[in-house]
């Protein structure tokens, strides 16, 4: 987890990071209290004997992801807090508290959509322009505007040159337009703390896998060959169509480019079991890009699949 007291600071540095920290009696005051005079805080109430309120966790923690630099959330266990959660009046999770200026300006128990989350969230914290020009950029965007939508993006690179979201969003607009190569150069160039954000891992691992179908065979024609039926040969022997490698290689990086993300983890693991040692241990690689890549949104999914993997493994 991260500390408030120094990743606070850090909103002016020169990336903005996620301001998440573990309270405790000692600490209330200082990260919650004083620091809302700044930033919005969430604090969230939860137990790890609670699935809710650990999803609620999941759920929290990749907002302030999204929302790095811009609200703090403020995690209070129960089981290890439980005189400070009297305190504040909370007995059962998961429960948040929205505190701002030194103020209690609303509260809710149970767990909520991620999109409540969102909205509660977008309609307490003061963006500053250049995530507002942003957000205008990924609406254009959405309506087909590319031009206006670079436009944008441009206006707000220059209003803040440090908010990196900005040239992860051109990023991502450049892959849904089919200029990959713009794409790679763009995101070889930021820092690393950009590419190490949830949003810069899963947009790697779209450059990986839109690489490799670039020159690809159509993906109806790779179909049809993992379609056909084994071929019996005069000796006894058979060639399994279904087991063929390279049309497994292509059609995953296709499922994994039209976010059909769970059948192309299946395409992996299948093509990880028929010759783990393809193209120099390719299958291997590409799955442990694609569990980075979908991590941070698809938690579910990963926990399942590492699992899946595990057992190929060994």
Not at 115 to 124: D, E, G, I, M, P
Not at 165 to 177: C, E, G
Not at 210 to 239: C, F, Y
Request: overall charge negative.
């Amino acid at each position: 987890m991260t500390d408030t007291s120094t990743s606070a600071s850090a909103s002016s540095a020169s990336v903005a990071t996620a301001m998440i920290a573990d309270i405790n009696d000692s600490n209330f005051q200082e990260l919650v209290m004083r620091n809302s005079q700044r930033f919005v805080v969430l604090v969230h109430f939860w137990s790890a004997l609670n699935p809710q309120s650990l999803l609620a966790n999941t759920l929290l923690e990749k907002l302030a992801h999204q929302f790095a630099g811009q609200f703090i959330l403020a995690k209070i266990n129960v089981e290890q807090q439980r005189a400070l959660a009297q305190k504040l009046g909370v007995s059962d999770v998961p429960f948040y508290k929205l505190v701002k200026d030194g103020k209690m300006i609303t509260e809710n128990a149970g767990l909520l959509p991620e999109a409540a989350y969102r909205s509660l969230l977008t309609h307490n914290i003061t963006q500053e322009p250049s995530e507002v020009l942003r957000l205008q950029a990924t609406e254009a965007f959405a309506q087909g505007q590319f031009d206006q939508a670079v436009q944008l993006l441009g206006d707000a690179a220059r209003e803040n040159p440090n908010n990196f979201k900005i040239h992860l969003d051109l990023v991502a607009m450049y892959l849904h337009t089919d200029h990959l190569e713009n794409a790679q150069n763009l995101f070889e160039k930021l820092p690393q703390v950009a590419q190490d954000d949830p949003k810069g891992k899963f947009l790697r691992g779209l450059l990986v896998f839109s690489g490799l179908v670039k020159d690809a065979p159509s993906i109806e024609t790779l179909q049809a060959r993992l379609a056909q039926q084994p071929n019996t040969h005069g000796n006894g022997n058979t060639s399994a169509n279904q087991d063929d490698p390279e049309a497994l290689y292509y059609l995953a990086g296709y499922l994994m480019v039209n976010a059909q993300y769970q059948n192309a983890l299946q395409c992996l693991f299948k093509l990880f079991s028929v010759n783990r040692a393809y193209l120099d241990g390719a299958p291997q690689k590409l799955i442990l890009t694609a569990l980075d890549m979908l991590a941070a949104d698809y938690p579910d999914l990963i926990i399942q699949s590492r699992r899946k993997f595990q057992s190929l493994l060994f």
